[in-house]
């Protein structure tokens, strides 16, 4: 593995903000729910999400961590705005094997000084069915902190967070766990247009999404070119989210399915993500053409 591959920079940010935050942070932090769901494809549009359930998983392995950094524009030209750090680590949780995936975020000091995220999410991930057992969110965001602790039953269709006891749909996924189990899905089986619905939940509440494959192509990233799928997110209206396709994500177009780019608009000006740095992938990035 190369230098690059071993490690590099980091990336990540997301979510719900007070009003009087700026604008363009406040889509950095929306952007953390989608750099999880990126990875996400389609079936066919017939299909529904009780396909999203029982796949083993092929992808990825103990002691995998992904580093990406998050990109700033409002001119053309992109400049490091904060990164992340994604680990998993195989633990035992209740007597169960599971998956300790975890996803940590920030911005870099100048952006602090506008709006500092320090962002830390967990999922603990039955290694038989890639269902969540529990989730954990822990961030600051600007000086909004949220604390989250939830414990999944996937038999009684229940969670219990910080904040009560909530009903929820057949196989829910949590923000962590949408992305580990949907990198396991056949992409072979689908055709541009395709699209899949899943639930998660977050913030108590189950939010109702799908997103749509768009294909294959070559890209160039921060890191090297790729050969790659393509996906767009599309956001039902009505939940959380606007409605629209303005993100598109791009996976490795081999067997580790691994996030190479996130790309959307914002109130002003955009935001890139690209993966920056690996280690310990279950397989050789054969998707890889040249750095």
């Not at 169960?96 to 999410?121: L, Q, S």
């Amino acid at each position: 593995m190369s230098s690059k591959g071993s490690m590099h920079r980091t990336a990540n940010t997301k979510h719900q903000t007070p009003n009087n935050k700026p604008q363009t942070f406040i889509t950095m932090k929306w952007l953390t729910i989608f750099f999880i769901s990126w990875i996400l494809m389609g079936a066919t549009t017939h299909q529904h999400k009780g396909d999203f359930c029982g796949i083993s998983n092929t992808s990825f392995k103990n002691g995998e961590t992904v580093k990406m950094t998050v990109y700033y524009s409002t001119m053309g030209a992109y400049i490091g705005a904060g990164d992340a750090t994604f680990t998993t680590t195989l633990e035992r949780f209740n007597g169960k094997a599971v998956y300790h995936a975890v996803g940590v975020g920030n911005t870099y000091p100048f952006f602090d000084n506008f709006y500092k995220v320090r962002d830390r999410y967990e999922s603990y991930i039955d290694t038989n069915t890639l269902l969540p057992v529990k989730f954990i969110r822990n961030v600051d965001e600007g000086g909004f902190k949220i604390y989250n602790n939830v414990t999944f039953n996937q038999t009684t269709n229940t969670a219990v967070s910080t904040n009560g006891v909530f009903k929820i749909t057949d196989c829910m996924q949590d923000v962590v766990s949408a992305m580990y189990y949907a990198r396991n899905i056949n992409f072979e089986k689908l055709k541009p247009g395709d699209k899949i619905p899943f639930d998660m939940f977050l913030d108590d509440e189950v939010h109702h999404l799908y997103l749509r494959y768009m294909g294959k192509e070559k890209i160039k990233t921060q890191y090297g070119k790729f050969r790659a799928i393509k996906f767009k997110p599309l956001l039902i209206k009505g939940t959380m989210f606007k409605g629209g396709e303005g993100m598109t994500a791009w996976v490795s177009d081999d067997p580790n399915h691994l996030l190479l780019r996130v790309e959307s608009p914002i109130v002003v000006g955009s935001i890139k993500v690209d993966m920056m740095g690996y280690k310990n992938l279950r397989y050789p990035l054969t998707a890889l053409m040249g750095l």
